[in-house]
């Protein structure tokens, strides 16, 4: 199910086939607690279950026994101040279950930055804390006065 144009062939000329896939798949986090062999992806709305398990199997080259899915429907609001009515797309979200054997574990992408950046934030945090309570204390003796009015 390709909707692309291939280079047609010409005798003597070598044939050129390339066969990309129209599907697209996205693994995405579960928003709710799984068993470890349940992989959650976001999917084409074309996708079936059985192509589902072959992009897996055939490109990925990951065994799946067993594939559920779901259409989930978007949401639909109202245009502030424009007054029409908005509606997300559609998407379909498939569940995956590897063999009773593997496991799926989300893997941490950037593990040290995350820690630099919490010490980053506490050392800021820190120092603003320092700031105004600096300030606090320089115009403890004056009560009444606004706080723009300060030397």
Known sequence: MSTRLYPLYQKGNPQLR???SNFWMKLVRPEHKQPPNVVQFHCSMEMTR???KNYLEKIYNVKSTQVNTRIVLG???EEPGKGYVIKDDDYKVAY???PKDEKFEFPNLFP???EKE???HDKALDEVRKNHQKYLEKNSDRPGLP???SF
């Open 96 to 98: 995956v279950v590897l």
């Open 50 to 52: 059985y192509d589902i």
């Open 118 to 120: 919490k010490l980053d």
């Open 112 to 114: 040290e930055s995350a």
């Open 75 to 77: 949401k639909t609001r």
């Open 18 to 20: 390339v066969f990309l």
């Open 147 to 149: 706080g723009w009015f």
